[in-house]
């Protein structure tokens, strides 16, 4: 499935890692790693596949931050100082687990949740930003190491 999207080059890498870091589940390490047998070049690749898979993470903390609104509390009958506490205590650490995002199955989710609770965009975006570029200069480390 990979394969498919990297004929696509640059542009493919991008896209599959946006997919990868949304609520969708996609390999966007396989794509880079195709790319890398393909002999793109690696600083490109890395480049593209953090800001595709950066801007996924952050299209879920909008969409958490859309979800946080009175008229949706109303609705659904949500306790509204609760909330309020907790984005106070998100806005004081939580950007922290941006570092963290990457992570699969809870990075994701957790992206949304920091939008729900309102946490700090510019603190959360760099740490979103440092943790996915680590984590696709890892792999691509590690495929040299390997190959």
Known sequence: MAADWIEYGYLGLFLG??????????????????????????ILAISVATVGNFLGGMTNYGLGY???NERMFT?????????HRWEKRSNRWGYWLGLIAWVPIVGDPMLVALGFLKSRFWPLCLT????????????AMMYFAVF
């Open 66 to 68: 859309a979800a946080n």
């Open 75 to 83: 609705r659904f009958g949500i306790n509204t100082q609760r909330i």
């Open 128 to 139: 979103v930003l440092i943790g996915k570029l680590v984590r696709y200069v890892v792999i």
């Open 17 to 42: 890692a946006f997919l990868a870091a949304t609520l969708i589940p996609f390999p966007s390490e396989a794509l880079l790693v195709s790319g890398l047998g393909l002999e793109m070049d690696p």
